[in-house]
T-cell receptor, first 118, second 115 residues
Framework: GAVVSQHPSRVICKSGTSVKIECRSL??????MFWYRQFPKQSLMLMAT?????????EQGVEKDKFLINHASLTLSTLTVTSAHPEDSSFYIC??????????????FGEGSRLTVL | ELKVEQNPLFLSMQEGKNYTIYCNYS?????LYWYRQDPGKSLESLFV?????AVKQEGRLMASLDTKARLSTLHITAAVHDLSATYFC???????????????FGKGTHLIIQP
């Protein structure tokens, strides 16, 4: 399957600081990437759809000014958690589709980034 | 709004036994996916089901899709300890509509297989 890579895998920060998470498609180009959040022992919740060269589309209830998404190239999307607070602590996972595999709609997931805000 | 329900949410079983995980969804869709997640890890794709009646098998796992009943099943045959993980089903918008959306996930089934 296609390879999606995230960095960092773990980050600990102080409350009030900002944290940037990178998501890269390593062997394919992704015009669209998706950012999910997963709290412990819960399911994945779609936060936003990242669109290359245009603004991200956020799901209802997700603050766009707090979770800044930039998709500057066909292989890179970034999620910046601004002014992080302890309640933002979570596992953030990005995903993308590989158009070379046909229109199956299958998503390939990055390794995830565990954010802990102190 | 698309809703995806899995059951059971927690399953403890012995090695060698068979069991089935169910995934129901609320609106029309012709694409359903099963993923596996190990503790602290990301998701691994298991099956892609894209048509009514689709059945796929990999090792001790078999998945099926009934789009009329809006139901998918993940069947485990002669379970082994290595299959212990959390299993998620995910449903997406009908491919005919472009299928460019993110997937909606069920709550996951936490499976523990005991020796």
């Amino acid at each position: 399957g296609a390879v999606v890579s995230q960095h960092p895998s773990r980050v600990i920060c102080k409350s009030g600081t900002s944290v940037k998470i990178e998501c890269r498609s390593l062997d394919f180009q992704a015009t669209t990437m998706f950012w999910y959040r997963q709290f412990p022992k819960q399911s994945l919740m779609l936060m936003a759809t990242s669109n290359e060269g245009s603004k991200a589309t956020y799901e209802q209830g997700v603050e766009k000014d707090k979770f800044l998404i930039n998709h500057a190239s066909l292989t890179l999307s970034t999620l910046t958690v601004t002014s992080a607070h302890p309640e933002d602590s979570s596992f953030y996972i990005c995903s993308a589709r590989d158009g070379r595999t046909g229109n199956t709609g299958e998503l390939f997931f990055g390794e995830g980034s565990r954010l802990t805000v102190l | 709004e698309l809703k995806v329900e899995q059951n059971p949410l927690f399953l403890s079983m012995q090695e060698g036994k068979n069991y089935t995980i169910y995934c129901n969804y609320s609106t029309t869709s012709d694409r359903l996916y099963w993923y596996r997640q190990d503790p602290g890890k990301s998701l691994e794709s298991l099956f892609v089901l894209l048509s009514n009646g689709a059945v796929k098998q990999e090792g001790r796992l078999m998945a099926s899709l009934d789009t009329k009943a809006r139901l998918s099943t993940l069947h485990i045959t002669a379970a082994v300890h290595d299959l212990s993980a959390t299993y998620f089903c995910a449903v997406g918008q009908t491919l005919a509509r472009g299928g460019a959306d993110g997937l909606t996930f069920g709550k996951g089934t936490h499976l523990i297989i005991q020796p």
